[in-house]
């Protein structure tokens, strides 16, 4: 076995001499750069002591044409370590090792005072046959220690499956909506998936729904905690695609027939090959770049939705469709004449636990039944919704004596197992007492705490200032008040449309301060906070570039409509504003519409450009001031 030391902050060092030796010519300059370069060297080795290296194997593709080769990749991430034997393979079914001694690349980098840094051993493989085979476990030693990797699965496909010419007919991205099954009961828990492909070459940066998306016949509950998408290979009629679940959601039909699912509409921001073949060549662009927004829509689908087949012959067919845990209980067995007993059904699993309606017990006749009520809880998590969900009846005795809520047995239906399940409720005894009579010494105590008023009541006549009004005779009624009536709706339809004609002139007054605003608001909302997902980021991102294309709008006196900032930077560029106006304004315009897309978008960087926007606008309103005036 060979042994390979290799020590990342060495490394760090080596590759910083390297630098100073090619910076030889200005001895100044590479003397302060190896005196950086050493003085990072402490800070870290601290700050990556004590981490565990993390070894992760990873294929170049899933699916694989025979004759093709493709790369496996053994990576050691973080932790500080000395030395790490490369693993050795041995034989693997369906492929050829085109590389025993693997290839060997490092990286290094520092994100926020962070150090990381990896190592990686590539190896080069030939798939030769047909099938469904594994990369077995592999054995990395890193400074004495063993650590174990995943298998990896991978498939192999006959390279004639993967000829099929590209006759257009299958798009280079498009969305579809998946259902975990199309022929479900009433009530039936179901995933949907909103899953992405798309084609080699084509980079998603990011994606947002267009609109809420809602389904005729069909209740929905938003999975909370849901993980960033993972692409993986797909073969669609023998051609090669990405595949990636971009959004999932939990539905609960809620009537029988067939439904049709409207399609799901998303705008993704793509980044694509310049190529004569771009099928994004023509739409968009992005100050230049090839970063662009496309608008996609999955189809319309079809559920067969029917009824749940022979229900058992039960006291109590339950509307819970699942797996579930149902109990009843009482809050007393024993009370007086005139006071309440709680009953609670409590029903408790997995299913469809918000759809769920109160079962109907069979209380004696002599006992009475007031406000039930209702309590939720759970959550939409792991792919399903689990919780419980609970309802309580107030019932009051109105006679003494011995009663029973009798016994039942009540049915569900659990689309796992295809059958009904049934759970039996034991019956409830309840006994109702005489209550007790009140005593003198309690009716004393009652008159103490409420003692009789004496005095002979005196009445008192007031006159409304209405009334009195209007019996002042018919000259009032019939011709004052209808005249103040005319005079103040003819002053309302003038203070109106006066304010309907100054409030563009108000807006253009207030446009700056209303954008300075919401950057603070975005500002006061991100702080504190540097770790938010980018994706959240991103749309703030999205929000602050609303805001400035109406503020521009509004400032250069555009019309209402479609208005973006490449308009605005055509109408900047065509009008006296001053160099440095009009490019500072492409600048701001540009840093923020790429981190509208960016996945690395941080709350850090989004503050550092808040600051840059609120520069811009005090410019903005010199320079459009000046234009103004001259």
């Not at 990369?135 to 650590?147: A, F, H, K, N």
């Not at 267009?210 to 509950?221: H, I, M, N, R, V």
């Not at 608001?521 to 400035?548: A, C, K, W």
Request: glycine share 6%.
């Amino acid at each position: 076995m060979m042994m390979v030391a290799w020590n990342p902050w060495a490394h760090h060092v080596q590759l910083h001499t390297k630098l100073v030796r090619a910076l030889r010519g200005s001895k100044i300059l590479g003397w302060m750069f190896w005196c950086v370069a050493l003085s990072m060297i402490p800070f870290i080795s601290a700050t990556a002591q004590g981490q565990e290296p993390d070894v992760q194997a990873t294929l170049s593709n899933t699916i694989i044409y025979t004759g093709e080769s493709f790369t496996l990749s053994i990576e050691i991430k973080n932790g500080a370590f000395s030395s790490a034997d490369y693993p050795q393979i041995g034989q693997i079914d369906g492929v050829r090792i085109l590389n025993r001694v693997p290839s060997r690349s490092s990286s290094y980098q520092i994100i926020n005072g962070n150090a990381s840094s990896s190592l990686t051993y590539t190896y080069t493989l030939m798939a030769e046959r047909e099938g469904s085979f594994e990369i077995p476990s592999l054995d990395v030693i890193i400074d004495g220690e063993t650590y174990t990797t995943d298998p990896l699965p991978f498939q192999v496909q006959s390279a004639a499956s993967g000829a099929t010419a590209d006759d257009g007919s299958i798009p280079d991205i498009f969305i579809e909506m998946v259902f975990d099954d199309d022929t479900p009961v009433l009530g039936q828990q179901l995933l949907a998936e909103v899953v992405l492909y798309f084609r080699s070459g084509l980079e998603v940066q990011s994606f947002q729904p267009l609109t809420g998306w809602s389904a005729d016949g069909l209740w929905k509950e938003e999975l909370e905690g849901q993980a960033q998408p993972r692409a993986e290979d797909a073969l669609i009629q023998g051609q090669r695609f990405r595949k990636a679940t971009l959004l999932k959601f939990l539905v609960f039909p809620t009537r029988t027939g067939t439904l049709v699912v409207d399609p799901f509409p998303m705008v993704l921001g793509v980044r694509s090959q310049v190529s004569s073949r771009d099928p994004f060549g023509s739409i968009f662009d992005s100050f230049g770049t090839n970063l662009r927004r496309v608008t996609l829509q999955t189809d319309e689908v079809e559920l067969n939705v029917t009824r749940p087949t022979n229900p058992p012959n039960v006291d109590v067919i339950l509307d819970a469709v699942g797996s579930f845990t149902i109990t009843r209980s009482a809050s007393a067995r024993e009370v007086q004449v005139g006071e309440g007993i709680e009953v609670t059904t409590t029903i408790q699993g997995t299913g469809n636990l918000p759809l769920l309606t109160r079962p109907e017990w069979d209380y004696p006749e002599d006992w009475q039944e007031y406000s039930p009520q209702e309590m939720s809880e759970f959550r939409a998590r792991n792919e399903r919704v689990e919780g419980q969900k609970s309802f309580t009846d107030l019932v009051v005795p109105s006679s003494s004596g011995r009663s029973e809520l009798p016994d039942v047995d009540i049915a569900y239906y659990n689309p796992s197992t295809g059958r009904w399940d049934v759970t039996s409720l034991p019956a409830l005894t309840l006994i109702a007492r005489d209550a007790l009579p009140q005593t003198p010494v309690q009716l004393s105590e009652a008159a103490r705490q409420f003692p009789m008023m004496g005095g002979a009541p005196t009445w008192t006549q007031t006159v409304s200032i209405p009334t009195w009004f209007w019996q002042q005779g018919t000259w009032v009624s019939r011709v004052l008040v209808p005249t103040l009536l005319g005079v103040g709706f003819w002053l309302t339809v003038i203070v109106r449309r006066i304010r309907n004609q100054q409030e563009p002139s108000r807006k253009r007054h207030s446009a700056a301060r209303s954008l300075l605003k919401e950057c603070d608001s975005i500002e006061n909302e991100l702080f504190g906070d540097s770790g938010r997902p980018s994706n959240e980021v991103q749309m703030h991102y999205t929000t602050l570039t609303q805001h400035i294309i109406e503020y521009l709008r509004l400032k250069l006196h555009r019309p209402t409509g479609a208005f973006t900032l490449a308009d605005a930077e055509k109408h900047l560029a065509s009008i006296d504003v001053g160099t440095e106006f009009r490019e500072r304004s492409n600048q701001v315009f540009k840093q923020i519409t790429r981190m509208s897309y960016s996945p690395s978008a941080t709350a850090s960087q989004l503050k550092d450009d808040l600051i840059e926007v609120r520069e811009w606008i005090d410019l903005a309103e010199d320079s459009l001031k000046r234009l103004k005036e001259s």
